[in-house]
């Protein structure tokens, strides 16, 4: 170690020496000082790479788009294109706040904004474009033990979601087509409605869980990393599988566990009639989603990345809905390369009866990353079959490139082709284009 002091042993010290030495002595505590100012300033690693500091709890057995997971993906720090200081920084105070309500009351929250436009190349209508968007708070709260891996939250997230400018929405879009599906999956007008509310508690030591109240079994169902319909796809057929029965949003019961580092289990019973807008429990008399998973994974945190499962259903017969009782399994697997960079993923499945919207489907499909948790490209393709003997196949391709612009606001664009649309006599082929646009908080 280089001594700063070092001078010959016999030096007198006489006034000019003293002097030299108050000056050096002064110089080394500047820059003591200096460095201690810089160590305070670099946190930990894993602190820089986060925003409030949220981590993962508990079994995490959901889809990136529920609430609890999108907290923690939300709080990972970006490497965006460009660079707004300003802006950046500003933004560090509401950091802080959200931090320190995390300590001191157990609450995590998360707010975003996502706007959609999309325009058809061909409609068998007047309506050839739409624009929607949606706000939202989401979060959970963990009133005891919030240390404890078996600690209890009450999980919320509450949407507004409404038109731009258009006459229809972005979920609609695609009927003008003649399309069977969503071009913009839950882009709709449903105005205020609470999506998820209910309690999740952790069981065997973070290990496992159980879910009780309102929420999306296809947040749990067969779930692939690649499917954020904020992030990544935006088409129903490449999002979720499409020949499965899954009812909207509803009240149900559900748990699921590890069994050991690599193999879980999951399941739910929900009720098969609900709806974004229903909040009656079992309206239409006791008629029920049910379904069951078993999954394989590397490790417990490479869920998301690689995985592959196999799932099955079961879904009641609905008088008021005119639907007879249908069944059906489901498969899926990811693949995601060393450097994290590359995923590829694919999925199918097959149901009886009328009640899902295909009767077989089929999804291929890969993902490349280009900067951490930025700029993000896809491209995915769907076979899906109608259940209806006089309806023919149609295909679905997709592709999109998100661009992170700052560390909070992303623009996506996103092109799909739709072809032989299976209710679309005039037009083999129906382009569209869109772009989405979101901001968080």
Known sequence: MLNLFTSPRDLKMDYAVKHQRLALTGLVLLAMSKSQVFAQNEEPAERQLTKVGYEGRGANLGSPNTPTRLLVEEDIRTEPLLRFPEIDDSMEGWYDFKSRIDDRHGLRFGIDYTAWYQHLSDSLTDENWAASG????YGEWTPFNRQDRNAGRLVFKLDNRHKIGSDITIANL???AGYIGQTG????????????????????????????????PMDYLAVLGYANPWTS????STLLNPAVAFPDVSWGLGGGTWLGDNWYVKGSINDANGTLT???W???GSEFFKWGEVGWSPGRGERYTTNIHLGVWHVDEREEAGLDSASGFTVGANWTSGDQRWMYF?????ADGDASLMEKSYTLGFMRKFRRNADLLGLAVNWGEPPQDELEAQTTGEFFY???LAENLAITPNIQLLKDPALNEEDDSVWVTGLRIRLTL
């Open 174 to 176: 695609g009927g003008e």
């Open 282 to 284: 079992l309206r239409d």
């Open 278 to 280: 229903n909040y009656q």
């Open 134 to 137: 949606i706000l939202r708070a």
């Open 185 to 216: 999956v839950l882009f709709n007008d449903i105005g205020w409605q609470v999506i998820d509310f209910n309690w999740q508690q952790g069981l065997g030591n973070g290990s496992g869980g159980i879910i009780a109240g309102r929420f999306d």
């Open 402 to 404: 998100r661009l992170q």
């Open 233 to 236: 796809f935006s088409n129903l």
């Open 346 to 350: 694919a999925r199918a499945g097959w």
